[in-house]
């Protein structure tokens, strides 16, 4: 099933790599240690979703959840053990088709729900939003910028210079993070920033990566998504894991897989050495240099799920903190509902990952400059001399047939049916069970991005129908995790 057992995995992290699909064998709980502490993962507890046409607050079909966060001061649990409260959702970039080079004008946005959580289901309802604003107090757009760029407050920022969007600055939010005082931080594809805003969503500051990350050809920044630069970010592949250390001193920044300089030239499975980069934002939202900068290796697997070569990467999806050394990391395949394609669902899953023993590069060549991790340009498994990648292990498997279908859920994939499980799981929030006799009981959220697919879809006042349904859902599973940071 695995190139190897999972027990080897915080041991041993070169060529993980899941040929045939990786799937749930044993019924929760499951249990597991890692540095000397016990984790259980006692399994799927709720589902819920909402249908693929739901409109949201501007009109638009409503696309989620690259990313969502419940607000911490509305978590709830009432005399019947049922959760409620309030849930930011974020939508990437809008309806688009990249390959015929189709993307429309789509404003930047934090959506709004009313969530509860009762008797296996989980409720959600629209109840508004936030639009985004710019330095200037103008929208984002969710065009590809192509080679386009308009400079803010000295920043350089991605921006369409003719056709859809044009002089707006382009974002494709894929992370969201709020602070405790109701701030937010959103990463973004295109350009690898993370956008600092204020409580109503105007931007109040940029932070931005490294040379290392920085997407660059020909010597300037290059943000598309079309093409890949030389250097830096992969296109579309930016910053798509992104979170705050419970006590909000430390944020997580985490891109998707591996830089272009890291990655084996024409090989997907080539990508796993992505970058975590730890920002001190104690002092100030936005510093200028990363205090931690560790390198995660992620599992390859194989598309058709057949037994042959690894050929893709498992990139990640989400971050969540646990403390300052210590986070859950969502990586998955990209098969599902969602694709129109028959391969099978291979893997999917959350990585309990420790930068504790991991090497620092915060400060070397590998981020002020383009230098590469890998000893052989041909073999990504293998770092230089001194760099140790964080260690991890697989805390929790998507891919459990049983549980998905006592909820209703499927991993059959002979047909794009509603209930198929989705392609594309982006989005995670840890809450406290709220229970007095399990105080390191956890409920886990993860919600999919249906890429805006609907039967019946609008988009900027414009029709974008597909010829199937991908709701949007969440999953809800219930984890035992130790000695969790305490906020502030």
Not at 221 to 230: K, N
Not at 297 to 322: F, I, V
């Amino acid at each position: 099933m695995t190139a190897l057992p999972i027990a080897m995995l915080a041991a041993a992290l070169s060529a993980v790599s899941f040929t045939t699909p990786h799937l749930a064998q044993d019924a929760p709980p499951r249990t597991l240690q890692m540095d000397g502490q016990r984790y259980v993962d006692e399994g799927l507890v709720a589902t819920g979703n909402l249908p693929a046409a739901t409109v949201d607050f501007l009109g638009d079909t409503l696309g989620s959840f690259s990313s969502l966060q419940v607000q911490r001061d509305s978590w709830r649990k009432d005399a019947h053990g049922d959760y409620a409260g309030v849930l930011w959702t974020l939508p990437d970039r809008g309806r688009n088709d990249p390959e015929a080079d189709l993307f429309y004008d789509y404003p930047a946005r934090l959506e709004r729900l009313g969530l509860r959580i009762a008797d296996g289901h989980v409720e959600l309802k629209p109840d508004g939003g936030i639009e985004l604003r710019d330095f200037d107090g103008q929208p984002f757009t969710g065009a590809d910028p192509a080679d386009g760029i308009t400079v803010q407050r000295g920043i350089p920022m991605p921006s369409p210079q003719h056709g859809i969007g044009a002089g707006k600055i382009s974002i494709d939010a894929e992370s969201l993070q709020f602070t405790a005082d109701g701030h937010f931080y959103v990463g973004d594809e295109y350009a690898a920033y993370v956008y600092y805003f204020a409580p109503d969503g105007h931007l109040l500051d940029v932070l931005v990566p490294p040379p290392a990350v920085l997407p660059m050809r020909n010597g300037k920044p290059d943000f598309g998504s079309l093409e890949a630069p030389d250097t830096g970010r992969r296109n579309n592949q930016g910053v798509e894991g992104m979170a705050l250390s419970p006590d909000g001193t430390r944020l997580f920044v985490a891109l998707q897989s591996a830089l272009l300089q890291d990655s084996v030239k024409g090989d997907a499975a080539g990508r796993i050495d992505t970058r975590v980069l730890v920002y001190d934002v104690s002092h100030e939202p936005a510093p200028k240099q990363p205090i931690g900068h560790y390198v995660v290796q992620l599992p390859a697997y194989t598309l058709k799920g057949d037994g042959g070569k690894p050929d893709h990467t498992a990139a990640q999806s989400e971050l969540r903190a646990l403390d300052g050394h210590r986070f859950l990391l969502l990586a998955r395949d990209g098969n599902g509902l969602g694709t129109g394609k028959r391969d099978p669902l291979v893997y999917k899953s959350i990585l309990l990952v420790d930068t504790d023993g991991a090497s620092n590069l915060a400060g070397s060549e590998y981020e002020t400059g383009t230098t590469s991790l890998l000893a052989d340009a041909d073999d990504a498994a293998t770092l230089k001399p001194g760099i140790k990648p964080a260690h991890w292990t697989e805390l929790l498997n998507l891919l459990d047939p049983k549980r998905l279908s006592k909820f209703g859920l499927t991993l059959d994939n002979s047909s794009d049916a509603p209930n198929l499980l989705s392609e594309k799981w982006e989005a995670m929030d840890l809450l406290p069970a709220l229970d007095a006799k399990h105080p390191d009981d956890w409920l886990l959220l993860i919600g999919n991005d249906n890429d805006f697919i609907a039967r019946h879809c609008v988009m900027i006042g414009e029709n974008c129908d597909s010829p199937f349904d991908n709701d949007s859902r969440v999953l809800v599973y219930r984890l035992r995790i130790p000695n969790v940071q305490k906020p502030r």
